[in-house]
């Protein structure tokens, strides 16, 4: 059974995570990456674009929910549930690459841009997820 | 004869100054295939254990054979296939020495005449051995003798040769000294650059124009654009393409794996930002270079120009040297990073031994085992590039501190005292390569039972806990964590098995080869050899070589005793993506001696060597076994 059951709820929860970044340190790694992502998840069908390229004024970067004409720098496309065990810090990125149980597509030194903003954002997940009243995600 | 292979070895008495042609032994071909699989088998025939006197042959001695091989791929349009492999009893570690190569001079070798040169012998004056399409011959090095590496590249590339050479490290038998080829490609481990100058055979060169015949072009040309398209689509391969082997600084952000200051610490993120793919790519990168048939193109150009770190355009360090002169010594410096990359090339030193060894002597100075009075003045300060320089021009030399240095780490904390075992960091004598087992810790049992002592290269165990290969038709995936010790023993015997293969006896690259399946990998031996091996034969065909040379350790004295980890890497690390996570050695020991079939002396045991069909060799090497 899929973790989330739709797409509000990978919306809460991984699109949450992005959000509740913008109170954390982890929001400058983010905003110096300046570089645009965007995820596409699959069961369900969701999308979520981070945008570092072109914050709104005031803002570290402007999160995107569904379809936007922010344009990405890279993309990268998964199923919802390896996003979440990702967000976990339970899949290796490289690993899960390679059997393409993730996709990513655009310039490999922005893709690597993104690699000092994953490691904080482990410890960050499971402690949003408790802070929204969902523990039965983190296991 | 087989298809793929030129049929013939040449064979060289540097002390007669004789050149004979040996012809190839097939039925050792389907054995042990080619690469560093057939040159154990011939070098096995050299070993002679010991009895009431040490085993032989002598690392620097005359008896000790140097041997270059290539494998039945090599040459063919097959892309990532063309490596070669050097062998000799290593003067570093004093077991098995191997040390595989990338660039032209495999191919060229074969275009010349011959599947691989076998050394013997010691030359009265330095001399070079030149083979020009199919005629072979020793050649006066007078002149070249004491030349730096680019300097004797310089010399034959202009007439069409493919150049493998010693720098005056070798010369000058540094127990860690290269063989460099084309500048940039380099046999670095274990020493066997002295193995060379110990003999005065300063420089191989080969030309030639003979093709490669294979049994079944139509199936590798399939192979060949099979593989191709899935490297487009890969991202390992694009990463590879844009920041060489540099993304695994980078990576460490996540996996912890870069050592820091001798392996002391866990975290560094503003170094590993400095030193890592994007910034070098912004600041060094002037051209990207790549190997015969390989589309790959990992190798880095660079050029430097501003003083003091001027570096000629030329071949930009790669991984190993970033963290051996950046992270190991807390050096941010791209630019010095890059000189002493080339410094270590010219003088032909092995960046991984040498950075080791330096970052050795800097922790050892730190804590008062030397002092000013040995280093000649020289402070030893993290981070300071010009005094790790002038340690490496030392060593180069044997001047100074380097006299002992040019020993390696293991045989200079042997004058130091007890205390220089706590930060030791080597296997069997060898320096660890920066990769640690802390974060991956099947990479500890890796550089345990590596066949010439540390080595992340002795299988694909280190790929697959970084996560870079998925071959699940050989055996290797990653695992569901790399910070675990179970079923880690499993794991490495299956990417031993696979890599002693893939890298060894094929001598493919792990990076472009990292795409391709078993099922491709034996078609394209069968293809081009016209053998019918199967995908079980061939994992068979990676034991029985890892096998043959654990039985030559054997009788060189090594047992399961020398089968350890340096203390520091069973201490867990106070920060980091690692932080706290300590590899079970003895867990992940005890299992792989199980799965291995190795006795309680770490020798193999008899039924496992009669499966293998080892039972004559292994009679000699280790009689009574």
Redesign the interface.
Same mark, same amino acid.
């Given at each position: 059974m899929a973790v989330f059951k739709d797409a509000s709820e990978v919306y809460e929860c991984i699109g949450g995570l992005f959000r509740r970044a913008m109170t954390d340190p982890l929001s400058q790694k983010v905003a110096d990456s300046k570089i645009a992502v965007r995820f596409n998840y699959s069961e369900p069908d969701s999308a979520i674009t981070v945008d570092a390229k072109n914050p709104p004024p005031g803002q570290p970067y402007a999160i995107y929910e569904g379809e936007t004409s922010a344009k990405p720098d890279v993309v990268m496309t998964m199923k919802a549930d390896i996003a979440h065990q990702f967000w976990l810090g339970k899949v290796n990125l490289v690993a899960a690459l390679a059997k393409g149980q993730m996709k990513a597509v655009g310039p490999i030194q922005s893709i690597i841009k993104l690699i000092p903003v994953i490691k904080p954002a482990f410890e960050l997940y499971p402690q949003y997820l408790k802070e929204i009243g969902r523990s039965d995600l983190v296991q | 004869m087989a298809k793929g292979y030129t049929g013939r070895l040449l064979r060289v008495d540097l002390s007669a100054g004789r050149l004979e042609d040996v012809p190839l032994n097939e039925k050792w071909l389907r054995l042990f295939i080619g690469g560093s699989g057939l040159a154990a088998r011939h070098f096995a025939e050299a070993v002679r254990p010991a009895s009431g006197g040490p085993a032989r042959p002598d690392p620097l001695g005359p008896d000790n054979e140097l041997i270059i091989m290539t494998g039945p791929v090599a040459g063919t349009v097959l892309p990532s296939a063309s490596r070669f492999n050097i062998v000799a009893r290593s003067p570093l570690s004093g077991i098995w020495g191997e040390s595989s190569v990338g660039g032209f001079f495999g191919p060229h070798l074969k275009f010349a005449g011959y599947d691989g040169v076998i050394v013997t012998g010691a030359a009265e004056r330095p001399v070079y051995l030149a083979i020009d399409d199919g005629r072979a011959e020793l050649r006066d090095a007078s002149e070249l003798w004491g030349l730096d590496t680019y300097q004797v590249h310089a010399r034959f590339a202009p007439d069409g040769w493919r150049v493998l050479a010693i720098g005056p490290a070798g010369e000058r038998l540094v127990r860690f000294a290269s063989i460099v080829h084309d500048r940039g490609h380099v046999a670095g481990r274990g020493g066997l650059g002295a193995v060379m100058g110990s003999k005065k055979l300063k420089a191989v060169v080969v030309r030639g124009r003979r093709e490669v015949a294979v049994a079944d072009r139509e199936t590798i040309d399939r192979i060949r654009r099979q593989v191709l398209e899935r490297g487009k689509e890969s991202? #390992?391969i $694009? #990463?590879f393409?844009? @920041?060489g082997t540099l $993304?695994a600084i980078? !990576?460490s !952000?996540?996996t912890g794996d870069v050592p820091v200051k001798n392996w002391r610490e866990g975290s560094w993120?503003e170094g590993l930002?400095a030193l *890592?793919?994007?910034n070098y790519?912004d600041t060094l990168l002037t051209g990207r270079k790549t190997c015969f048939g390989c589309p790959v193109s990992c190798k880095r150009v660079v050029r430097v120009d501003a003083q003091p770190y001027v570096v000629e355009q030329g071949p930009g360090p790669e991984y190993e040297t970033v963290a051996a002169f950046g992270t190991m010594l807390q050096n941010t410096d791209l630019r010095s990073v890059a000189k002493l990359n080339e410094l270590c090339n010219r003088q032909g030193l092995d960046t991984i031994s040498c950075g080791g060894t330096v970052a050795f002597a800097f922790e050892a100075y730190e804590r008062g085992l030397i002092g000013p009075a040995d280093t000649g003045g020289l402070a030893l300060s993290w981070g300071d590039a010009g005094a790790a320089g002038k340690l490496v021009e030392q060593i180069a030399r044997r001047e100074g501190l380097g006299k002992l240095l040019g020993e390696g780490s293991e045989r200079f904390a042997a004058t130091l005292g007890s205390d220089a075992q706590e930060f030791l960091m080597t296997v069997k004598g060898v320096e660890a390569p920066f990769h640690d087992p802390r974060a991956m810790h099947g990479v500890a049992l890796q550089y345990a039972t590596a066949d010439r002592g540390a080595s992340h290269l002795s299988g694909l165990t280190y790929y697959a806990e !970084? *996560?870079? @290969?998925?071959i699940p038709d050989l055996g290797v995936?990653?695992p569901e964590?790399?910070q675990t010790s179970a079923g880690k023993a499993a794991l490495h015997v299956r990417a031993q098995d696979a890599g002693q293969v893939l890298g060894g006896a094929l001598a493919f690259c792990y990076v472009g080869g $990292?795409i391709i399946t078993g099922e491709e990998l034996v078609a394209a031996l069968n293809a081009v050899t016209g053998f019918e091996f199967t995908i079980a034969e061939l994992l068979t065909a990676g034991r029985r070589i890892w096998t043959l040379k654990r039985l030559i350790n054997s009788a060189f004295g090594m047992t399961r005793a020398d089968d350890r980890v340096p203390r520091r890497f069973l201490e867990p690390l106070a920060d980091g993506?690692a932080a706290g996570s300590v590899p079970d050695i003895e867990l992940m020991l005890k299992e792989y001696y199980e799965l291995m079939k190795l006795d309680e002396a770490g020798r193999p045991v008899r039924s496992e060597v009669g499966r293998l069909g080892l039972s004559e060799v292994a009679e000699r090497l280790c009689p009574g076994l």
């Open positions: - | 991202l #390992t $694009s #990463t393409r844009e @920041v $993304s980078e !990576l !952000l996540m993120e930002q *890592g793919g994007n790519n !970084l *996560g870079a @290969v998925y995936e990653p964590s790399a $990292s993506p």
